[in-house]
Each structure stands twice: as structure tokens, then as C-alpha cells.
């Protein structure tokens, strides 16, 4: 079985523009979250879509936003970049809600804004 | 801050010896789960327990969770260098529909 897979792997940018990751997660699995890893801050939750709904929301700016489509892969979008959104976003499916599952991650997806 | 804090922040140890890693808590948790990850990769996940379980194994690793004292331990025996790693863990608190990681330990097994 495939594991989960984001794309694109590395990603250069500069400040003021928008980017969008995907993350397509094991088949049959409905749950996938995401996550921010940067040195100083560590791992940070940013949302968590179920069946399309997303069900709670980390502690980020409304630059970030997300959404997940009917064949569970999930998207990612983060607006107007700044220097501190330089980052590895990692996500993670689970068979269902994440609360009641292990979460499989992706390779991540690392940001670098200029 | 619910965030899990690990202890060591790093360890040091030869291949063979035994490493053992804490997490620990301030609120009461649905489940904790460990990971694994090398050189900024992506997570590997190692075990899930629950918070009406005591003790789980998988392999060369252990996991154990104090309620009491909101504490878990991973250990892992045994150890090669392929073990070199980062080891996070993280918890679920009820009604937070999120995990918190901690801040990890940084394990580096010399061969």
C-alpha cells in the first residue's frame, strides 16, 4: 500500500506571493492533518479535515487555510508568504479521526521563502 | 501549554546499550503516540497508547504511560546506529480534536 505523498518536495518562494501544497494520503483513509516543523517553534498543528470538513484549526494566521476534496486528498494554502512561514509542512493521514488512529506521515514539503 | 516535554533533550550512547526517552504532561490525554524522525524527514510512527493502557511493545521498543503521573517513557533496547534519530512524542487531550507535540529528544547511537 502506498504511503502518504506530498507534493511538490521542495519549494522556493518569495515574500508576498501565495503557495499551494498537496497531500494525498493512504487510500481509505479519511482523516488528514497537517503540520508546520520549524527549528525554534517545533512541530505545530495546523488543521485537521475529515470528510471534506475541517475540524479544528491551529494557532495560525487566516493566511493559512486548507481543504480536503470528496477523494480525501488535501490541499493546503498559504497567502501573502512572509519570511517566518519558512518551514517543513508535513501531513498525515489516519483511517479516521485522528483522536482513535496512528497518523501516517508524508515526506513533508519544505518552504523556503525569500 | 499542554505541550509534551521530553527528557533528555539529547542522548548520547554506544550501539547495543539501551535508550531510554520521557515524555511528559500537564493535562489529562485520550492517547499518546511516539514517532521517529531522521535528519528533517518525515515522522515514522512507532506506537500508539491509550490512556487506559499501561504498557505496549513493538520490537526492540517499549512504551509505558503513568496517568498518575503524566509521564511516558520510550525505550528502546538494544540500540544500532540506525536508531539515530529524533524522537517525538505527542498527545491528545479531549475536546482539543489536535495532537501536541513535544519538543523531542535527539538519540545518536555511536557505532
Known amino acids: 500500500k502506498a504511503g502518504v505523498t506530498q507534493t511538490p518536495r521542495y519549494l522556493i518562494k518569495t515574500r508576498g506571493q501565495q503557495v499551494t501544497l498537496s497531500c494525498s494520503p493512504i487510500?481509505?483513509?479519511?482523516?488528514v492533518s497537517w503540520y508546520q516543523q520549524t527549528p525554534g517553534q517545533g512541530l505545530q498543528f495546523l488543521f485537521e479535515?475529515?470528510?471534506?470538513?475541517?475540524?479544528n484549526k491551529g494557532n495560525f494566521p487566516g493566511r493559512f487555510s486548507g481543504r480536503q476534496f470528496s477523494n480525501s486528498r488535501s490541499e493546503m494554502n498559504v497567502s501573502t508568504l512572509e519570511l517566518g512561514d519558512s518551514a517543513l509542512y508535513l501531513c498525515?493521514?489516519?483511517?479516521?479521526?485522528?483522536?482513535?488512529?496512528?497518523?501516517?506521515f508524508g515526506p513533508g514539503t519544505r518552504l523556503t521563502v525569500l | 501549554s499542554q505541550q509534551g516535554e521530553e527528557d533528555p533533550q539529547a542522548l548520547s550512547i554506544q550501539e547495543g546499550e539501551n535508550a531510554t526517552m520521557n515524555c511528559s504532561y500537564k493535562?489529562?490525554?485520550?492517547?499518546l503516540q511516539w514517532y521517529r524522525q531522521n535528519s528533517g524527514r518525515g515522522l515514522v510512527h512507532l506506537i500508539l497508547?491509550?490512556?487506559?493502557?499501561r504498557e505496549k511493545h513493538s520490537g526492540r521498543l517499549r512504551v509505558t504511560l503513568d496517568t498518575s503521573k503524566k509521564s511516558s517513557s520510550l525505550l528502546i533496547t538494544a540500540s544500532r546506529a540506525a536508531d539515530t534519530a529524533s524522537y517525538f512524542c505527542?498527545?491528545?487531550?479531549?475536546?482539543?480534536?489536535?495532537?501536541?507535540f513535544g519538543t523531542g529528544t535527539r538519540l545518536k547511537v555511536l557505532a
Open positions: 487510500s481509505g483513509h479519511r482523516s
Open positions: 505527542a498527545i491528545y487531550t479531549s475536546g482539543t480534536y489536535k495532537y501536541i
Open positions: 497508547i491509550r490512556s487506559n493502557e
Open positions: 479535515y475529515f470528510s471534506e470538513t475541517q475540524r
Open positions: 493535562t489529562s490525554i485520550n492517547n
Open positions: 498525515a493521514s489516519s483511517l479516521g479521526t485522528s483522536e482513535n488512529n496512528e497518523q501516517f
